[in-house]
């Protein structure tokens, strides 16, 4: 099972990007999706979450400005992030609570990281 994120990019700020992150492998079913980020020096922090039925959550820095969504039948969750700043500057990170096919319990998997700078 692997997770592909991309999408990152240099933004100015007020600008938009959208992040895309992509399973593969062989995959039986796919719970809780999150996105998180890491600034230089900084800990890694969530930015969002959405479970199998679509209930999402943020982090207080984001809400209102970004939105996770996914599509299953792609196997991929989005973060669309809108009026950027540049404290939105950091490596963003997807990461999925999966079931392989023919296994019982769910893995933690996560991707390799996007790059987000915003800059003018």
């Known amino acids: 099972v692997q997770l592909q994120a991309s999408g990152g990019g240099l933004v100015q700020p007020g600008g938009s990007l959208r992040l895309s992150c992509a399973a593969s492998g062989s995959i039986g079913s796919i719970n809780t999706m999150a996105w998180y980020r890491q600034a230089p020096g900084k800990q890694r922090e969530l930015v969002a979450t959405?479970?199998?039925?679509?209930?999402?959550n943020y982090g207080y820095s984001v809400k209102g400005r970004f939105t996770i969504s996914r599509d299953d039948a792609k196997r991929t969750v989005y973060l669309q992030m809108n009026t950027l700043k540049p404290e939105d500057t950091a490596v963003y990170y997807c990461?999925?609570?999966?079931?392989?096919?023919?296994?019982?319990?769910?893995?933690?998997?996560w991707g390799q990281g996007t790059l987000v700078t915003v800059s003018s």
């Open positions: 990461n999925g609570a999966v079931r392989r096919a023919g296994s019982r319990s769910y893995e933690d998997y």
């Open positions: 959405i479970t199998s039925g679509l209930s999402t």
